[in-house]
Nanobody
């Protein structure tokens, strides 16, 4: 059983930055892809960033493109999300997820930015809360 633990959430003012981390209990190099997702109060889960962990290829939702950056450190089995120029609309619970078979990766990429039950990743963390004030 893979366990993912997010950290780094908090409260900042609009225009500020936060850096999230997601530590895996197993080798991130064994995953097919990993990603960051978020869920705002009363809304469906939104896929925002995904990385193919072997090639390092990244994908982003339009809502965060140019402001957020996903990265991995396989030596530390950790996934990161650097968030800059934050907006009140970024307020949400942020989750990381890992996919081992690949099927969930392609479908998640195709749905990035959409809110709903679209993201079939194998394992999910419990989330870290990000609050942006105006």
């Amino acid at each position: 059983q893979v366990q993912l633990e997010e950290s780094g959430g908090g409260s900042v003012q609009a225009g500020g930055s936060l850096s999230l981390s997601c530590e895996s209990s197993t080798y991130t190099s064994n995953t097919y892809c990993m990603g960051w997702f978020r869920q705002a109060p009363g809304k469906g889960r939104e896929g925002i960033a995904l990385i193919y962990t072997t090639e390092g290829i990244t994908y982003y939702a339009d809502s965060v493109k140019g402001r957020f950056a996903v990265a991995q450190d396989n030596d530390k089995n950790t996934l990161y999300l650097q968030m800059d120029n934050l907006e009140p609309e970024d307020t949400a619970m942020y989750y990381c997820a890992a996919e081992y078979s690949g099927r969930g990766c392609m479908s998640s990429i195709q749905k990035l930015g959409a809110r709903g039950d679209y993201y079939n990743m194998d394992y999910w963390g419990k989330g870290t809360l990000v609050t942006i004030s105006s």
